[in-house]
């Protein structure tokens, strides 16, 4: 899909893809034939650039044709660089400038509990979009409210744009930082299928605290060439790539 | 006209706070819906929803002073099924949440309505810091979004009203300097995107709004005194603009005076004048604050940037001269 449409995020999307496998396909509680469904589970994606894994993972989940990923970013799909909520079903709000997710998901729990619902917020947010204020913003709202309907997952994979984001702008100690702003917090390995899930069945961490998951992951997951490679932040591949990497998922699926 | 009174005189006129009819008619609404809520940035008080959060006090969310994640939040709690009324002093609102505005609100097309108080120079003093003349500016360039700037306490209400019946992101610019009322609550009737017209006149148009109606109207009746017939259209809604309105005063007017407590760039004068010069040129000015505003009250600073009934005639008489014969 990146390699025909020249354009994407190709690290990104790899860190990302298990997380969104595993909550998409075993926890969220959503429907793709009701995908405005009032008591549906939230999840938001603020690391909006990794839209390709996105609307990879909404189209095996039946929310959109499979066909029309093909579509990707080209003239007037509705499959944009970044996610639109009102073009593409299971888009819960537009995502592209870093730090807006956290936010507009603390709303969201805190809709449901005025509300008296059951339903769950998640947002999965980048690591050097934790450089962004406005997460910080929300992160006190969220334990102001004491929000444990509501779950963020980090995906940690220690790499933004230009280099580390150690070497860019200091993040750790991360759990730390979530802690102190009154969040319960479990440092999991993002590529483990079977440790996301049984951190996800068990939500929230503590009561009355919204949930930090820390999310250890590598940009460009299962691919060698790309892996925790600073340059696949938005470095799309060749055809000639394209066909060694998915040898080498191939390989590891198989 | 039909709708309106006659234009106050100033010796025996009472003037009014329109953030009072503000948060009467929110609570009213609010009364009647519980999907409606009240989100801040500790600003309760300048707001005044005091009394909104003494009736409704789950109802009422403080989100401290982070103006990014109120509205970010309340896009959130709109997808949740709410319809949030974000209230804060409009210099914040808009600038420090602009992105928020631009992406969860308007992008994102979600209802919820931001109320910026204390609108354009209402804080005096407190300097360029605290003005939001730039606000209509910023959220006109924004596609989605409706932009209104009520005039009195009657257009006030029933501009709540409308932004409660209207699907999608809604600006109302809510002010703290004190206004006459120009409406009959009975008769008027606030239309999202219609232009009310105050005074007919063949000579030359006054399209303003807000705080400045009631001023413009004084001017007319000054330039009636000398034999100038001013039309004064309160354009309330800068977005979508009543181009109708517009397009009619140009044709049938030949000169268009803009006037607005804004600045001069981007504001309703800026939304006139690219309909005129499209559609229908015309000679135009535009009145509003061309600059950071030195030190003064609102007051004094209406009287120095001429937002008087003598500086909006004089105005007009050098405009005049400008029309086709």
């Given at each position: 899909m990146l390699t025909r449409a020249r354009l994407g995020h190709t690290g990104g999307d790899l860190s990302v893809a298990d997380i969104l496998t595993t909550l998409y396909f075993h926890i969220l509680n959503i429907d793709p034939h009701y995908p405005n469904d009032p008591n549906r589970d939230r999840l938001v994606l603020s690391k909006g650039h990794c839209a390709g894994a996105l609307y990879t993972t909404l189209a095996e989940a039946g929310f959109i044709p499979i066909e029309e990923l093909d579509t990707f970013a080209k003239p007037l799909s509705r499959l944009n660089g970044h996610p639109n909520r009102a073009k593409v079903p299971g888009v819960e709000t537009n995502t592209g400038p870093l730090g807006h997710g956290v936010p507009v998901a603390v709303g969201m729990a805190l809709s449901a509990r005025l509300n008296q619902a059951n339903w769950r917020t998640f947002v999965i947010t980048g690591d050097g979009e934790l450089q962004e204020g406005s997460n910080w913003e929300a992160a006190l709202s969220a334990a102001h409210y004491r929000l444990d309907n509501l779950t963020l997952i980090v995906d940690r994979n220690g790499l933004q744009q230009g280099d580390t984001t150690e070497n860019t702008m200091h993040l750790e100690p991360l759990a730390e930082k979530w802690r102190a702003f009154g969040w319960s917090v479990a440092e999991v390995d993002g590529h483990n299928i079977s440790e996301l899930l049984s951190t996800f069945q068990n939500l929230p961490l503590e009561r009355e605290k919204p949930t930090c998951i820390i999310a250890h992951t590598h940009k460009g997951q299962g691919v060698s060439f790309i892996?925790?490679?600073?340059?696949?932040?938005h470095r799309v591949p060749t055809e000639a790539e394209l066909a060694l990497a998915l040898a080498e998922l191939g390989e590891v699926i198989s | 006209m039909s709708h309106a009174q006659t234009a106050p005189s100033p010796a025996n006129t009472q003037f009014f706070d329109c953030r009072d009819a503000f948060a009467d008619r929110l609570e009213e609404i609010a009364h009647r819906d519980p999907r409606v809520v009240v989100v801040v940035n500790d600003s309760v008080g300048s707001s005044k929803v005091g009394g909104f959060k003494k009736i409704f006090p789950d109802r009422l969310i403080n989100v401290g002073i982070a103006e990014q994640t109120m509205v970010g939040l309340s896009a959130g709690l709109s997808n949740g099924g709410m319809i949030p009324f974000v209230c804060a002093a409009s210099c914040f609102l808009t600038a420090r949440g602009l992105e928020q505005i631009k992406v969860d609100l308007a992008y994102s097309f979600t209802n919820v309505k931001l109320c910026g108080m204390s609108?354009?120079?209402?804080?005096?003093?407190?300097?360029p810091t605290h003005h939001s003349i730039e606000d209509l500016a910023w959220l006109r360039a924004i596609a989605n979004m409706t932009i209104i700037v009520p005039a009195d306490p009657v257009e006030t209400a029933q501009a709540v009203q409308a932004a409660y019946e209207h699907e999608g992101p809604v600006f109302l610019r809510i002010s703290r300097t004190p206004v006459p009322i120009l409406y009959d609550a009975l008769a008027y009737r606030f239309q999202i995107g219609k232009a009310s017209t105050l005074r007919d006149g063949r000579d030359l148009t006054i399209i303003t709004n807000g705080t400045l109606v009631h001023v413009a109207l004084s001017a007319a009746g000054l330039l009636a005194a000398n034999g100038v017939q001013a039309r004064v259209i309160n354009m309330a809604t800068v977005k979508p603009l009543d181009e109708e309105a517009v397009l009619s005063a140009a044709r049938e007017t030949g000169a268009i005076l803009t006037v607005e407590e804004h600045s001069i760039h981007g504001g309703l004068g800026g939304a006139v004048a690219e309909t005129v010069v499209c559609h229908h040129p015309v000679p135009m000015r535009i009145m509003g604050f061309p600059e950071f505003c030195p030190t003064g009250s609102a007051q004094f600073l209406f009287e120095y940037y001429h937002l008087t009934p003598q500086g909006i005639a004089s105005k007009a008489f050098e405009l005049m001269k400008e029309k086709a014969p």
């Open positions: 892996q925790d490679r600073v340059e696949w932040h | 609108s354009g120079v209402a804080y005096g003093e407190l300097g």
